[in-house]
């Protein structure tokens, strides 16, 4: 080297004695690291050769999202990393992991390759790990969980709304994982929930919306589901069986296994039951990319939708919940028979005494009581005592009556959820209203409507989360915001000899309304309202409700009104396609501006496609002393 | 002295422990007819209307237990190390019931396939639980365990 510095002097030589000294150094370590043989060492350099942080399943396990500084996980929990940046670096996560794989301070299912197995299984195959390497490490717990769930295919479960609840509308996911029984009752399932301890129902919203619950996946066998959402809350239950192989199926469960005990916030609008569940599908099949679809809310219907469009669903099954079963079986017995049922229900009638001509008869009273009795204990009517007593007395006497006819609870299954129209809707709509033409545009983000048809929905609910409409009057004053509503609910359950149902209804936003010199002025409602509602082939679904109705702003005097008043309605299925509104109500405001109105409206609503609708409105109504009369036709698409 | 201070503590550790393990097991009160009822029914206030079904609140456990703790009740003598069996009966003798007194069911197709019940047989046995469902559900207190036992009695019957 000394013969490459002459002319250059001391500085040279001394630069290039210290290169040389780097470059032996660099080359003894480099063969100090291959000598200890380093497995570890190899691992990381081959997992960065391959870029394997980058590499999409790493995305999946770990739930990482792009931000705008570059990924961050969605799961909060630190635990779930092994890294403290773990959250926000998947290198770091990845080349944690790696060197977690070789802790040597435990031996059970808290060794990282026993709580982060599909980590470990995947990592596994793209670095062709040979497990001999690695320090011991026994999952037993983990094993015992796939040796009990036996993992070979999955359900996507989907309990639909309950009657008189239309919050339910939602609808909720969760999924089953099926195994080797030919029983479905003992296959497990997987449903990630908020662990939310208060009662206070406000309380409960904000902490819900603003993700200060915490939510875990559970497991549990599917037969307490069912228990859970078909007797308890009255839901059908619909089951998607997704096309997944018995190997995607088995990435899902190591997933899944990652995240036991693991929490993640619960922000009940995006961050949801249903949001969550599909990391389980990609972590199964990561092709799909079943997260990046949403946005600012989630609606779980809409998450089925999604499957459903990629191909995701091969086969559908409906369970009828206890409360949809009850009314079938009472449609199948005349009066006569029914009221015996009540009876045996009340204990006016012994089961024995039951006097049907007809055996068949006699035993659809004893299973209708049966269901019955069960029932009532659900809704806490009866005491555990009266349960055990009455519940076993019926049976007793149903024993000695031989097994049903084999059609005989054959229930016919309703339009699927997923198959009513889309959960968002946009509307167009031309009008008249007091001999001046109107044009109007109405956004609705959810969910179903009256003026909407009912297929895939329960008939008379109607729940709306913000909407706003936005109407223009050439001849009088242009454009202008017609309404916003915040939230509207209404439900119109009938009741019968078997359910009595209280139908109730709460509205509030804003909305034009005319004053009492004549003018409209957008003011502020809240408009609260219960009844009673029945059902007869005749008139369809008809209605009567006390309600109450706060005006605040506009050119009220004292800025609002106060008023009380009854309404009435009909809800009538036509056709399959074509179904009736009608309503009328009056309102007495007695305090603040002191007046009266009066509305009557005559609907059409018209079926068109899955996402097509129209509305024919026909109303007239009264204000102060002003009378108006209004002709409306819309075009509602759905999304 | 040191000795009796830490017995004592030990000793409360273990009743607080109890006390707690018997406290998450929360709907357990009991091993009959009744006893599996899994929380609240449907909440109609309206407060709670407004958001919560699809929150799906769980409050107690979080829980990644596979089984919904039937531990406190005693097993079946006549059948012994079938654990899945007892489960599925503690928790389901209410259906189970209803579908012995029927004749057919998706509970009892269960219960005979953790049974081991041939599906050639299970016609017959079926016809045999239900003409003899007074000597399976022999009181309302009926617990699950006397009732397998009793099942499994009149199939050999």
């Known amino acids: 080297m000394e013969l490459f510095i002459k002319g250059y002097g001391c500085l040279r030589a001394s630069i290039s004695f210290f290169i040389f000294l780097i470059g032996i150094t660099y080359i003894s370590t ?110 037993k717990e983990f094993e015992e969980a796939h040796s009990r769930i036996r993992p070979k295919s999955v359900v996507l479960v989907f309990p639909a709304a309950y009657v008189n609840g239309p919050a339910s509308t939602f609808g909720h996911t969760l999924i089953r994982i099926d195994g080797d029984y030919q029983s479905k009752l ?100 990561p092709s799909l990319r079943l997260t990046d679809e949403f946005g600012p809310w989630v609606i779980p219907i809409d998450t089925l939708r999604a499957m459903k469009k990629e191909g995701l669903v091969e086969a559908i099954e409906y369970r009828p919940s206890k409360g949809t079963k009850i009314r079938h079986i009472a449609s199948l017995l005349d009066e006569r028979a029914q009221i015996s049922t009540i009876g045996v229900v009340a204990k006016t009638l012994r089961p024995e005494e039951v006097e049907e001509s007809d055996p068949g008869e006699k035993i659809k009273v004893l299973d209708l009581a049966s269901e019955l009795i069960q029932y009532r204990y659900n809704e806490k009517e009866l005491t555990k005592e009266e349960y055990q007593k009455d519940f076993l007395n019926v049976l007793m006497a149903r024993s000695r009556l031989g097994s049903p006819g084999d059609g005989d609870y054959r229930i016919q299954v309703p339009l699927q959820p997923e198959e009513g129209h889309g959960s968002s809707r946009l509307t167009l709509g031309l009008g ?28 008379g609910s109607e729940i709306v989360f913000f909407s706003m409409t936005v109407r223009n009057t050439p001849a009088d004053g242009g454009v202008r915001l017609e309404g916003l509503d915040i939230i509207n609910i209404v439900s119109i359950s009938p009741r019968d000899r078997f359910f009595k149902p209280t139908s109730w209804k709460v509205k509030t936003g804003f909305l034009q309304k005319t004053m009492a010199d004549g003018d409209e002025n957008l003011i502020y409602h809240l408009n609260p309202g219960g009844g009673f509602a029945f059902k007869n082939d005749k008139l369809g679904l008809y209605y009567f409700m006390v309600e109450t109705d706060l005006n605040v702003g506009g050119g009220y005097k ?82 | 002295m040191k000795k009796v201070l830490i017995s004592a503590v030990i000793f409360g550790m273990m009743s607080t422990g109890a006390a707690f393990a018997a406290g998450t097991s929360q709907s357990n009160t ?62 389901n003798i209410d259906s189970l019931a209803k579908d012995i007194a029927m004749g057919r069911g998706e509970s009892l197709d269960t219960m005979a396939e953790l049974m081991g019940v041939s599906a050639d047989k299970r016609e017959a046995v079926y016809a045999q639980l239900q003409a003899n469902f007074s000597s399976i559900f022999t009181s309302e207190r009926v617990e699950a365990a006397d009732v397998v036992d009793n099942i499994v009695t009149v199939i050999n019957s």
């Open chain 1, 30 to 139: 480099t063969s100090v690291w291959a000598a200890e043989g380093s497995y570890l060492d190899l691992l990381l350099k081959t997992a960065e050769e391959k870029q394997l942080y980058r590499d999409r399943y790493w995305e999946v396990l770990l739930h990482y999202k792009k931000t705008l500084t570059g990924v961050k996980s969605l799961i909060d929990d630190p635990r779930f990393f092994l890294s403290s940046y773990g959250n926000k670096s998947p290198r770091n996560e990845l080349v944690a992991t790696l060197t977690g794989f070789f802790q040597e301070d435990k031996t059970d299912d808290s060794h990282p390759r026993c709580r982060f197995v599909a980590r470990y299984e995947w990592l596994k195959n793209e670095l062709n790990i040979d497990e001999s390497q690695l320090p011991l490490a026994s999952c």
């Open chain 1, 186 to 285: 003992l296959s497990y399932a997987t449903t990630y929930a908020a662990y939310a301890d208060d009662t206070n129902g406000i309380l409960y919203a904000f902490k819900g919306i603003f993700g200060y619950y915490k939510g875990y996946f559970t497991i549990l066998p599917y037969y307490e589901k069912i228990k859970e959402y078909n007797d308890l809350e009255q839901r059908d239950i619909w089951e998607y069986r997704l096309n997944l192989t018995e190997d995607e199926v088995s990435k899902m469960l190591l997933h899944l296994w990652e995240l036991r005990e693991i929490y993640s916030d619960y922000y009940f609008f995006d961050e949801n039951c249903s949001y969550s569940l599909l990391f389980m599908i990609e972590a199964a099949r």
């Open chain 1, 432 to 459: 008249l209203k007091g001999g001046d033409f109107y044009q109007e545009i109405r956004y609705r983000a959810a969910q179903h409507e009256l003026s909407d048809p009912s297929g895939g929905y329960i008939e």
């Open chain 1, 558 to 639: 004292n800025s609002y009104s106060l008023g009380i008043g009854p309404s009435l309605g009909v809800i009538r299925e036509i056709t399959e396609f074509w179904k009736m509104n009608l309503f009328a109500n009056t309102f007495y405001y007695e305090l603040g501006d002191n007046h009266k109105s009066y509305k009557v409206i005559a609907q059409q609503v018209v079926r068109l496609s899955q996402n097509n609708s129209l509305n024919l409105d026909l109303s007239w109504m009264r204000d102060f002393d002003v009378e108006q009369n209004e002709v409306k036709l819309n075009w509602n698409l759905y999304f």
């Open chain 2, 30 to 91: 009991g091993c009959g007819l009744g006893s599996m009822l899994l929380g609240e029914a449907a909440n109609d206030s309206l407060g709670l209307q407004l958001l919560v079904t699809t929150t799906n609140g769980i409050s107690g456990n979080a829980t990644f237990g596979m089984t919904s703790g039937t531990s406190d009740c005693k097993t079946p003598s006549r059948i012994v190390g079938n654990e899945r069996l007892n489960e599925f009966v503690v928790s």
